[in-house]
């Protein structure tokens, strides 16, 4: 059995245009892929070793949480 696709947002612009280069999309949609796949198995690596899931999900909000912008202006 296949998994369904993730249905990844459009992605904007900080001027909320659209992101609509197919290239730059498709490098998106497999980071996203990737990450969640990443998320998942830490995730279920937790709980096999008796981590609560909500620490767990608290966690892995706190790293994207402290993610950092070096674009930023």
Known sequence: MTKPEQAW???LRDDGSVVSCTEKV???????DELKQIAQDALEDGLLMEVSEQQMRDALHQ???????PYKK
């Not at 790293?63 to 912008?69: E, K, T």
């Open 9 to 11: 947002p459009k992605w």
């Open 26 to 32: 498709k490098v998106m949609t497999e980071n996203f």
């Open 63 to 69: 790293l994207v949480d402290a993610l950092i912008n």
